[in-house]
Every structure is written in C-alpha cells, then in structure tokens.
C-alpha cells in the first residue's frame, strides 16, 4: 500500500472516530436532558392531573403511561377544562413552538404560571423527555364554556362554605 493510500485511510478512520465521538457527545447530551426533563416533570406535579391514576396510587404509574391525559374536568367560573394529553400535544410542536406554548396563559387549574418562570433550558429539558415517550393515547375532551352541556365526570372547583360552620365562628 503506497503511503499515500495509507494516509488516506488513516484520515478516513480519524474523521469517523472524531463523528462518532461527537454523535456519542450529542447523544450523553440530550440522555441528561431527557433525564432532567423527567425529573422536572417529576417534581412539577405534570402526572398529578396529566395521567390517568396517578395520584389514586401513589405515584405506582408505569412511565409508559405518564402524561396521556385525564378526561375528567375541572369546572369553575370559567367552564370546564381538562388536562390535556401531553404526549400528543409536544409530539405536534417543534421546540420553539413549546417554548412560546409554555408560557401562555392556560385555564385553571393548570398552573402555568409556574411553566412561564421556567427557563428556557428547563422546558427544553421538559420537551426533551416527553417526546422520548413518544405519541400515546387520545386527545382529551374539549374545553366547555361556562352554562354548557358537560358528558363527562367533572370536579367541581368552586370553593364551597358550609352554613352552619360559618354562622358559628
């Protein structure tokens, strides 16, 4: 083999090693972001109202069925919201489109309020792990105004004042 071919094929091997090393560096990356999401999804209560059971069994949820979407409502003066099923909803939406999603306004209970003091790197982290789920479930029922026809069960979110208890303080 002349030294020239020899060369060539050196290089040929460096320059694979050097992409395979930077694909390696790239997939430890996004691992920790996938990580970090799910640990923010963890402790930001998402499972609370997002997934079906999971605060009835004490957290006893396979992740497999995390995020899908409750279609029990939440009614108030504001109508009836529902928790949307997450996995659908960041699986249709690029990173920029979450990022702008993330900080509007949402309907009570949601608390988004907290998703708007997020960092930018967080919620990346957020958008990070829910789509390594990947697309599961149905779409939730939709939003229902104040005064109109809910077919699904609801809690009723208005706080309530008991007359008797009331008159006696």
Known sequence: MSRRVALGA???LLAVAGLSAQVAASDTAQDARVARG???????????????GY???????PEKEWLTGVPVGYQGPWGTSYPA???????????AQWLKHARQERLPPMPWFNLREMTDED???????????GSAGVAVPAYVAPGGK???????????????QASAR
């Open 150 to 164: 809910v077919s699904t069960p609801y809690f009723v979110f208005v706080p309530q004042v008991d007359a008797k």
């Open 85 to 95: 099923n997450l996995r659908l909803v960041l699986n249709s939406m690029t990173e």
């Open 123 to 133: 919620l990346k982290a957020v958008y990070a792990f829910v789509r390594s789920l």
């Open 55 to 61: 605060p009835e069994t004490g957290a006893k949820v």
């Open 38 to 52: 799910r640990y923010l999804v963890t402790i930001g209560g998402c499972n609370d109202c997002h997934t079906p």
């Open 10 to 12: 050196l290089a040929g």
